[in-house]
T-cell receptor, first 115, second 115 residues
Framework: EPEVTQTPSHQVTQMGQEVILRCVPI?????FYWYRQILGQKVEFLVS????????KSEIFDDQFSVERPDGSNFTLKIRSTKLEDSAMYFC?????????????FGSGTRLTVV | AQKVTQAQTEISVVEKEDVTLDCVYE???????LFWYKQPPSGELVFLIR????DEQNEISGRYSWNFQKSTSSFNFTITASQVVDSAVYFC????????????WGAGTKLIIKP
């Protein structure tokens, strides 16, 4: 069964450093998402991406965050200058055209620890 | 206002008991999807079920069953004859056509199954 692949599985970074989280969505999917889960809390939507542009973003997704699909296969989330409160699990998801009935798949997440 | 409410923060039962996890949602869309995910201590999101707003049929999958009632805006999840391996956090989520099918998550219910 096709999978969404996220790398790395765990990243530790120093406060103020830039970090890039990588995702390889399912190849024929068209819509891409990033979600965040702070330890012990619920999962929160960050951003959705379609046709090479952001289609929706939450209040969490401020100027410190950016996304891009640099090469048609990877989908990346960049945090420009990490803060302690960015420590969380970050999940990438992708879905196909036509709504979730046709596929909506999550990666296994990247655990980001900012020290 | 919460769009997805999981009022039970934590439930603890003894193995082999039946347990129901509640989920109440709020939406103005006529086209939407409801999801249940399981999150074990390892942190990944394990997909359990997806149900669209046009299909109110209840579903059974082994020991798991789901009761979708549009009249009460609820999508409850029952585990029959619970097992220790069912211990996890369970999340209910809503996905609306009007917001590009981003998932809106409940706060989760931590389920503890005691041997």
């Amino acid at each position: 069964e096709p999978e969404v692949t996220q790398t790395p599985s765990h990243q530790v970074t120093q406060m103020g450093q830039e970090v890039i989280l990588r995702c390889v969505p399912i190849s024929n999917h068209l819509y891409f998402y990033w979600y965040r889960q702070i330890l012990g809390q619920k999962v929160e939507f960050l951003v959705s991406f379609y046709n090479n542009e952001i289609s929706e973003k939450s209040e969490i997704f401020d100027d410190q965050f950016s996304v891009e699909r640099p090469d048609g296969s990877n989908f990346t989330l960049k945090i420009r200058s990490t803060k302690l409160e960015d420590s969380a699990m970050y999940f990438c998801a992708s879905r196909s055209f036509g709504g979730p009935n046709y596929g909506y798949t999550f990666g296994s997440g990247t655990r980001l620890t900012v020290v | 206002a919460q769009k997805v409410t999981q009022a039970q923060t934590e439930i603890s039962v003894v193995e082999k008991e039946d347990v129901t996890l509640d989920c109440v949602y709020e939406t103005r869309d006529t086209t939407y999807y409801l999801f249940w995910y399981k999150q074990p201590p390892s942190g990944e999101l394990v997909f359990l079920i997806r149900r669209n707003s046009f299909d109110e049929q209840n579903e059974i999958s082994g020991r798991y069953s789901w009761n979708f009632q549009k009249s009460t805006s609820s999508f409850n999840f029952t585990i029959t004859a619970s097992q220790v391996v069912d211990s996890a956090v369970y999340f209910c989520a809503l996905s609306e056509a009007s917001s590009n099918y981003q998932l809106i998550w409940g706060a989760g219910t931590k389920l503890i199954i005691k041997p």
